[in-house]
């Protein structure tokens, strides 16, 4: 069977930087696009960012664009994002996900396989 799971999260101060892993199961994951999002506290799960299965377009969401990377290591079944610079109100569940689309990557109802999240809460 077929998981995502995430690891990296945790507690850093603003102005920080953290780098969550996705290690995925199975012989297929090069063949998928890959995507982050989040969900903070009574709101929406929200697009963070997206990779194409070979690594060569990425993706970003407005609120994250030129703090966060996305990246991947096909070899190794991993997916990562390096996000810099911080601000609390980064502060979520960061969730990896799985999609077959080649487009609208920002749309949840795209993936069709997620991970159990990870908390990551930034300080002020």
């Known amino acids: 069977q077929v998981q995502l799971v995430e690891s990296g999260g945790g507690l850093v101060q603003a102005g920080g930087s953290l780098r969550l892993s996705c290690a995925a199961s199975?012989?297929?994951?090069?063949?998928?696009?890959m995507g982050w999002f989040r969900q903070a506290p009574g709101k929406e799960r929200e697009f963070v960012a997206a990779i194409r299965w070979s690594g060569g377009r990425t993706y970003y969401g407005d609120p994250v664009k030129g703090r966060f990377t996305i990246s991947r290591d096909n070899a190794n079944n991993t997916v990562y994002l390096q996000m810099n610079s911080l601000k609390p109100e980064d502060t979520a569940v960061y969730y990896c996900?799985?999609?077959?689309?080649?487009?609208?990557?920002?749309?949840?109802?795209?993936?069709?396989?997620w991970g159990q999240g990870t908390q990551v809460t930034v300080s002020s």
């Open positions: 996900a799985r999609t077959n689309a080649m487009s609208g990557f920002a749309l949840k109802s795209w993936y069709d396989l």
């Open positions: 199975g012989r297929t994951f090069s063949r998928y696009a």
